[in-house]
């Protein structure tokens, strides 16, 4: 074959392998929004599910999920950011530092199932917490600090050195420069890293069908009281949440209008992850003009 | 005199800062590092409960072909802890995936970095972005409800199988696969394009005999992190694989993988149960085989780096 023809034809085989995958996403987004978005209402997103009869809704799971992000953000933030503080600002290469590193490289491969299974393990039978929103917060945050800590550090990095060497010049010692110049600096692309891991654990169900649990029992929402266990708030209470509400109620198969349910759950969750794809740059933009005043 | 040598002499409030500020973030560091060991240690060592306090066998456990530990085999008398339908088809599942999201990704990559320079990757990046955002149980939706019929509809039988979830784990790996592919393709030198051209070759001939030989190492992590992702991945297979632990015959009949049936029996088993135990041995068996797939990856980037 002459070496053009197989050019010509090269270029469009990767022509129509690159719109194929393009349109495996559009295809699966307008599958999931079409089927789901004639479902939303706001008696869907508000009431609570029903197991063997038609018209519940996913208030209390869609409360739960976010809950369960809040709090499994607010647990690893801070040691994501102290490790990556570690690792891209104190640590000089050395043995101790790439074992460190290789650990958390395989955490992040880990299989969720298995972080959940250990969340499972540790606190839902060692420490009796039983399924509940503490277990799942926590089997999160094993599943997020990996991720979470290697943005924040690849953020932290992007700052070039001369602010560093600027601070030191200024008579600051190294904890005061990532204080005040590293961390003001890299705030907008942590936030974008935060977000969108946010998304991911928003998504996600293998790490708590055995942590949070799979029940999701009436909340009475004019108790904030955090140790009443009817109290949205509490941290001991079983929580199922919107990703794994769908896995239940599509693996059972018992629910009447299941695949009603399930096609506006699946719409929800998506919409939810969009939002906080497509926000996380935007946010970060919106904060680097705001701290930069540019 | 002396309240200054004092005054120079003590540590300041500065240096006390750094040092509790160095303490508080290796203080992070160690934490993650030792749940990691936990989690190893914890998962192994009721992994191998099986095999100490049970006595069953390790080659009885991998090479195994009967799985359904309740009940007693009549034949051998023991019960039926056979795992090899599980990890032939978690291999099988993870493999075929990445056979099929291989040419797929390269592809996708090779468009986005070579062949429609800027508007290309303009459009595939969120693309691929998005994809990898989609959360699992929502694939797990549209096999059930997509691929599980359509399988049903051309081969027959429920639908449910090795091929469907081959099918739901090609699209989830397929972003994987890309974006370190992208990543590994604009690493390779500018000027290795530009000699290729400049000896007279088409745009196909230094893609192939140039970029994508200097990229090889690369991309070929790319593929074993998309392997990695494909085995632990839980839900998604689990909705669309048919939950039947036999050994697979055929790509479109029911069968099992690890994780489906670690994501179904857990909670139907009591905690120090030979049952139990045996589910946890598949747990480890994941385990050792994420940390197989790092030290792959580890060790094609060596190799990848001696040339």
Redesign the interface.
Known sequence: MNAKTADKIATGVIYAIASSVALILVAMLAFILVRGLPHLSWHFLTASARSFEAGGGIGIQLFNSFYLLVLAMLISFPIALGAAIYLNEYAKPSLFISIIRTAIEVMSSLPSVVVGLFGFLIFVVKFHLGFSILSGAIALTFFNLPILTSSIESSLSQIPNLQREAGAALGLSRFETVIHIILPASVPSIVTGVVISAGRVFGEAAALIYTAGQSAPTLDFGDWNPFNLASPLSPFRPAETLAVHIWKINSEGIMPDLSAVSAGASAVLIIVVLLFNFSARRLGMMLYKKLTKS | MDLITEKIKKTSL??K??R???L??????????S?????FG??IS?GLATFTTNKVSLGHFLFGTDWNPSVVNKKTGQPGVGALPLIVGSMAVTFLAALVAT??AI??A???TE??NKR?AK??QP?I???V??????Y???G???VVPTVRAIFGGTGLGILSGTIVLF?MI?PTI?SMTVDTLKGVPRHYRESALAIGA????M??KVILRAATPGILTAIV?GM??A?????AV??VIGNAANMPNSLVSASATL?SV??MG??NTV?GSLQNNVL?SL?MI??LM??V??ILIRFIGRKGELK
Do not use: C, H
Request: proline share 2%.
């Open positions: 500065s240096t800062q750094d509790f500020g160095k508080i973030s290796i203080t992070a560091l160690i934490l993650i590092a749940v990691v060991v936990l989690i914890f998962v009721r040419p797929f592809g996708t090779v468009f986005m062949v429609a290309g459009i595939m693309v972005e998005l994809l955002g989609i959360p699992s149980v929502v797990g939706v549209i059930l409800t997509v699209v397929l890309t088409t745009r196909w001939q893609i192939q992190f990695a992702r085995f632990g991945e839980a839900l689990q909705m994780t670690l994501t857990i909670g905690m946890w747990a994941l385990l994420s940390l797939f790092n």
